[in-house]
């Protein structure tokens, strides 16, 4: 089945500083990848939409300048968390649809990051 | 009002009891997932269905599209099983989750 890779999988930064986190489609390509967060007995909520070649799309409520999203290949998707702050301490996870770049389309996930800030 | 609802919260159930949990939306949707999500966080799709009816080994996943509701329904429970169920629909470039069932199934 299709694979889906994060890197890290999980990490433990300082308030302040950034964090880079890499979504790799490991056999096949993704024009589009979505980014999730999920905070502690939450369920998933969709922070952006990762669009190869363009902008990415970003949910009601997700600072653009703090989630830096570059869809810098159809097999790569990078979020990096700016300025990172306690509040910021959640899983992250990203997914994407193969066949398509659609989110009617199955979604393969990866495994997640843990990001802890202290 | 949450765009999707699931029941229930939270389901024990005995080793080989048939499960069933439900989703309802609010929304048009392209389509409905049934993701599964185990303690260490890692996310499997289960099911992407648009209508009718589909079954994987022991999981079988109904949608009702006038009724706008879905059902995950899981044969011969197993302790494996245990997770948390997430229902989730597209719509257009949107998804929107439940809250998520969490099952635990003693053997």
């Known amino acids: 089945g299709a694979v889906v890779s994060q890197h890290p999988s999980w990490v433990i930064c300082k308030s302040g500083t950034s964090v880079k986190i890499e979504c790799r489609s490991l056999d096949f390509q993704a024009t589009t990848m979505f980014w999730y967060r999920q905070f502690p007995k939450q369920s998933l909520m969709l922070m952006a939409t990762s669009n190869e070649g363009s902008k990415a799309t970003y949910e009601q409520g997700v600072e653009k300048d703090k989630f830096l999203i570059n869809h810098a290949s159809l097999t790569l998707s990078t979020l990096t968390v700016t300025s990172a702050h306690p509040e910021d301490s959640s899983f992250y996870i990203c997914?994407?649809?193969?066949?398509?770049?659609?989110?009617?389309?199955?979604?393969?996930f990866g495994p997640g990051t843990r990001l802890t800030v202290t | 009002k949450n765009e999707v609802e699931q029941s229930p919260q939270n389901l024990t159930a005995q080793e080989g009891e048939f499960i069933t949990i439900n989703c309802s939306y609010s929304?048009?949707?392209?389509?409905l997932h049934w993701l599964q999500q185990h303690p260490g966080g890692g996310i499997v799709s289960l099911f992407m269905?648009?209508?009718g009816k589909k079954k994987h080994g022991r999981l079988i996943a109904t949608i009702n599209i006038q009724e706008k509701h879905s059902s995950l329904h899981i044969t011969a429970s197993h302790p494996r099983d245990s997770a948390v169920y997430i229902c989730a629909v597209s719509s257009g470039n949107q998804f929107y989750f439940g809250t998520g069932t969490s099952l635990t199934v003693i053997p």
């Open positions: 929304v048009g949707i392209s389509a």
């Open positions: 997914s994407a649809p193969r066949g398509g770049g659609a989110s009617s389309y199955e979604q393969y």
């Open positions: 269905l648009s209508s």
